[in-house]
């Protein structure tokens, strides 16, 4: 597999993101807004993102003869379209079309995208309606109340009509469960005919899965409050299915006796939405695995490169002939400098005179900062860098060239392009961090993402309803003082109640940095050795990114020494480093294993210089054999459950990288050390 097949994976897995991206934008734009005008023009900007040429798409929505256009539509321009008609109440108003300026297809992906596009428009149009009818419907029947009384008989048919005829179940019961009346929607819901002789009882009947539960709950809040919204739950139809819905109750005093007024809201298609979903999710991370094969298959091609690369500079060596045969087929730049970096010889089929090699070959105008060839000269021996020359990255390896009393009058320096093997190293560290952001993100994306934005919403209307109902409670309380809430005295309450709201609100707000932490995490690097490093904060931020996942295991300790100093190198990789091996310690542990337990400590060595991390486990273990081979590429015991066998290879490269090294101790069925040590450099603090 080449670099093209490889960009064109990532690329997929991009467009599949941005398609899930762009159906949450769609949602939520339809949810926030308050007429349909406002709908379509917000949802244009989030379906041009939702495709793979977002810069060329455009798109326009006609509904009942009113067009919503993208800022860029032109029709004039447009090469190809897709159109969705928009049907409500089964009748056609209108449709969505988006389209490209050039000549692209679309993908059968994009076009199963904008079919659920259109359903989701149409639904939204037919409840945005259906809720003006509604509310036409109740301002016509207050109109006729307050001017006509004769006409009270006709408004309360018109009432009738509204309740039986309302999308949501409507039920009136009295307090021992009693259903006084209930319209048709409740009925479809439960399954029991309306036209039943025999009365239907919440508690008899048991309409409610965990009615024990549920109902002392509802009864309690209305009591205390009045009024619920929000109750999530389950009703059960006569055969025992259950229906999910969303309830709100209010309590009703009527004629000197209490009812209980419930509205169900059907929510059987939002939990199939949130199925379907998951069922996506599993899927990208098939999609993964089976990019990670392909991957493998390319490391063997690289590394059969490099053998031959060898073979090639062996020869070179032996040969002086052969040398100067293949000095002039290399298709690396080899140069021959000075010490005053003079060009005496190139490969290259150019005309240079007295030129230096840092302006020839790199376009600069002075000497690159650890010039290899200086180095040479320097230290009579043959050096190797790998740098990075304006948008390119090069390896660069210099070799002396001696005269007969042993003093360097040369150098040979090849310079080799290799900004396409680089990019590659660095996609196989970014596929690596995806492996283990796939397995974090499928044990907390579902309870973190949409649940706490909800919260987060839903404090700041309590924070300015609490402002609201305040003057009112207190009024009220001047005339009672034996008042109380949520069976505290008023003072109590008022005194706790806004530190309870701020305390969720600060709940929520650490949920978002958690967010925050992992797409931090993910964020690709450039891989440069320059950051200075706090390896107790590392740990700490790694620690608060797999907790989550690693609770489920077993429990983490820490002993962290606070007098370490830092080091420099690079805080994503070290990061990288830290969250494999405490992921990998978490997956040793035995399936039956109930005190799992993973201890993570620093120290600094003051003889060697040196920070050491370990990281110990009480899990299976490992025997001799598995512990020669764990820091192989593509060496794993968990290829049944997705392993890449990348991980600690990865790791290993990261630590040698910044001048450490790692150590392994391990007993089979006692646990685990993993001894990692990396070198302070002076002046570091």
Do not use: W
């Not at 048991?206 to 919204?229: A, F």
């Not at 005179?353 to 650890?370: H, M, Q, R, S």
Request: a negative charge; aromatic letters at 8%; one cysteine or more.
């Amino acid at each position: 597999m080449n670099n093209k097949t490889i960009n064109k994976i990532e690329y997929d897995l991009r467009e599949r993101l941005k398609e899930l991206e762009c159906l949450y934008n769609i949602s939520s734009d339809i949810e926030a807004a308050e007429n349909l005008e406002e709908m379509y023009t917000n949802s244009i900007k989030s379906i041009i993102k939702g495709f793979q040429y977002s810069d060329i798409t455009t798109v326009e929505v006609v509904f009942d003869d009113t067009k919503y256009y993208a800022d860029n539509y032109d029709r004039s321009t447009i090469k190809n379209s897709l159109t969705f008609d928009l049907v409500i109440n089964c009748k056609r108003r209108g449709y969505v079309e988006v389209s490209y300026f050039e000549n692209y297809d679309f993908l059968p992906e994009e076009n199963k995208m904008m079919k659920e596009i259109a359903k989701r428009f149409s639904k939204a149009t037919e409840k945005y309606e259906l809720q003006i009818e509604l509310e036409k419907y109740v301002n016509k029947l207050e109109e006729l109340v307050s001017d006509k009384t004769k006409e009270l008989g006709k408004s309360k048919t018109l009432f009738e009509t509204l309740f039986t005829r309302a999308p949501d179940g409507v039920v009136i019961s009295d307090l021992n469960g009693d259903i006084i009346k209930a319209n048709s929607a409740f009925y479809k819901m439960v399954q029991y005919q309306e036209d039943d002789f025999r009365k239907l009882n919440y508690v008899k009947d048991k309409l409610y899965k965990n009615i024990s539960e549920i109902r002392p709950y509802v009864l309690q809040k209305i009591k205390e409050n009045g009024h619920i919204d929000g109750v999530e739950l389950e009703l059960l139809d006569i055969n025992g299915n259950t229906c999910p819905v969303i309830g709100s109750f209010t309590l009703l005093d009527l004629d000197n006796h209490k009812y209980i007024e419930a509205i169900y809201k059907d929510i059987r298609i939002r939990k199939n939405l949130e199925e379907k979903l998951i069922e996506q999710n599993e899927n990208l991370e098939k999609i993964v695995k089976d990019r990670t094969k392909d991957l493998e298959k390319q490391k063997n091609i690289l590394e059969k490169k490099h053998i031959a690369l060898l073979d090639i500079t062996e020869e070179c060596r032996i040969s002086r002939i052969r040398l100067e045969t293949l000095f002039k087929a290399i298709t690396d730049t080899v140069i021959m400098i000075d010490s005053d970096f003079n060009i005496k010889e190139i490969n290259k089929k150019v005309e240079i005179k007295n030129g230096k090699c840092y302006k020839e070959v790199f376009n600069l105008d002075i000497p690159c900062a650890n010039c290899p060839g200086k180095m040479v000269f320097k230290e009579k021996r043959p050096i190797t860098v790998e740098k990075k020359i304006h948008d390119d990255y090069y390896l660069l390896q210099a070799y002396p060239i001696f005269d007969p009393k042993g003093n360097v009058e040369g150098a040979l320096e090849f310079s080799r392009v290799i900004t396409k093997e680089k990019n590659m190293e660095l996609q196989l560290l970014q596929t690596d961090k995806l492996a283990s952001l796939g397995q974090l993100v499928s044990g907390i994306a579902h309870e973190i993402n949409n649940p706490n934005a909800f919260i987060r919403g839903n404090i700041e209307i309590a924070k300015e309803a609490y402002k609201d109902i305040l003057p009112i409670l207190e009024d009220n309380y001047q005339k009672n003082q034996d008042l109380k809430i949520a069976r505290l005295s008023f003072d109590v309450f008022k005194e706790n109640f806004p530190v309870l709201l701020e305390d969720m609100a600060h709940g929520a707000d650490r949920i978002k940095n958690i967010v925050h932490d992992l797409r931090k995490f993910a964020k690709r690097d450039e891989g440069f050795l320059t950051d200075t490093v706090d390896v107790n904060s590392t740990i700490e931020d790694c620690i608060r990114l797999v907790k989550n996942q690693i609770k489920r295991k077993a429990m983490i300790e820490t002993n962290l020494d606070h007098n370490i100093p830092k080091i420099k190198g690079n805080i994503q990789r070290l990061e990288q480093v830290i969250v494999n091996m405490l992921i990998n310690a978490s997956q040793a542990m035995d399936s039956n294993q109930k005190d799992g337990a993973i201890e993570i400590s620093t120290s600094y060595l003051k003889e060697s210089n040196e920070i050491q991390l370990l990281i110990n486990d009480n899990g299976v273990g490992m025997d001799e054999n598995t512990q020669k081979q764990i820091f192989d590429p593509f060496f794993t015991t968990k290829k049944n459950k997705g392993g890449t066998g990348l991980g600690l290879s990865i790791a290993y490269g990261i630590i040698k990288e910044h001048g450490g090294r790692i150590n392994v101790k391990s007993v089979v069925g006692e646990g685990t050390q993993f001894y990692v040590y990396l070198q302070v450099i002076d002046g570091d603090s």
